[in-house]
């Protein structure tokens, strides 16, 4: 599907690019080798409950990455799906009365509108599930061909046991988690607890495709895997991928499982890294849906806030800090970003050179971005007490490509 609109990223011949370095899921800080192309893979919604700030967060988060891989002229290939056939939707749909496909049509439209008022730049591919039921349906006879594929009932799953180590958590948590997550650890008939579905076959009057494992639609796990291996493998790179990234509520199952669906599937590693941003908060409380307590971009936006004031808000805090949005975080972004927007107008300002180097060393700095916000506002007030240089433009510019900034 078309993505939306791509922002410019400014060339910035006199800024040097050291290598990003960003925190895994295995907590290191490891350092990330450009590559050509680099090959990164972003959990993308499930349309429902598009977009809530924790949404925007995780998205802006790996935006970061794809600017500072643009900006430094490394090659970049970006693919997220849209989940726009799952549980949650069929749920939320029936509870409407909606059609599920004009819920997620509708959601899927609103996300494009906030991802382009919040500057992120769109995946090279962007890819329903809907629209990738054969390649889906290839990756799964694949885990048959290597005898990881079982049936209990209609339904297909994987067997996950010979794949089973580093585990993030503990056999019995990983159960519950997984339970919550959309598993079904206490099935009868399953090989493993941990198995999970990978082709579910069709019931009552829910949507189904027709396949070689019957009439039916995909496990959460396996779309993401087969989408990414289709967009991204080259045939022989092992891992496949450099980075798998999303929210850290990813980290177990989906991150865990889509490794070892494709470990079992092709016999080479899936991502080198997986790295995972974390949740936002709303007046102290975690914002998820159980909790009823989202904030919505379109609202937001629909209120008259400017999407470079939510854009600020949220990389004032650093993207692996559970971080809480309030009234007040909304209001001090809004008089920070009026300062920038102000100095920025100035026909000179103090040096600059400096500044953007630093910025520049923030972001390679495991996307420090509280850090490069912090400088911009010591910047923007010698600006206003000691003008020297005509070089607004230039910052402008550079804060636009690097964070997504528009001011
Ligand atoms: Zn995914």
Known sequence: MNPWPNPHIASMPDLRFSSLKLINSKNELTTIEPAT???????GITPY????????ATYIAFDLINRYQQSAGNQINFVE???DIDDPLLVRAKRDSLDWKVLADNQVNLFLTDMTALRVIPPAHLVKVTSSMKIIEDFIERLDQRGFLYQVGRDHYFSVEDFLDQMPLSNDDAIKVFSERGGDPERAGKKHPLDPVVWLAHQGDDPAWE?????????????CTAIAVNYLDNGNADPIIHIQGGGSDLIFPHHYMSEQIVKAAYGRGFAKNFVHSAMIHLDGEKMSK??????????????????????WALLSGHYQQDRSWNEELLLKSTSQVNLLRSVLAQSEVDATSEL?????????????????????????????SSPKV?????????????????L
């Not at 396949?211 to 995909?218: A, C, D, E, Y």
């Not at 209120?303 to 004031?309: K, R």
């Open 81 to 83: 799906n849209v989940t």
């Open 390 to 406: 005509n070089e607004s433009g230039l910052v402008s510019r550079g804060i636009d490509s690097l964070l997504g900034l528009a």
């Open 49 to 56: 409950d598009a977009t809530h700030l924790g949404h925007a």
């Open 290 to 311: 159980s909790k009823g307590n989202l904030v919505f971009v379109s609202k937001l936006l629909s209120e008259g806030i400017d999407p470079m004031v939510i854009r």
């Open 356 to 384: 953007m180097q630093s910025i520049v060393a923030d972001i390679a700095n495991n996307l420090d971005t509280p850090s490069a916000l912090s400088r911009l506002l010591l910047w923007a007030k010698s600006s206003q």
């Open 211 to 223: 396949s070689k494992f019957g009439l039916g639609r995909p496990g959460w796990h396996v779309e």
């Open 37 to 43: 192309p680099f090959k990164i893979y972003v959990c």
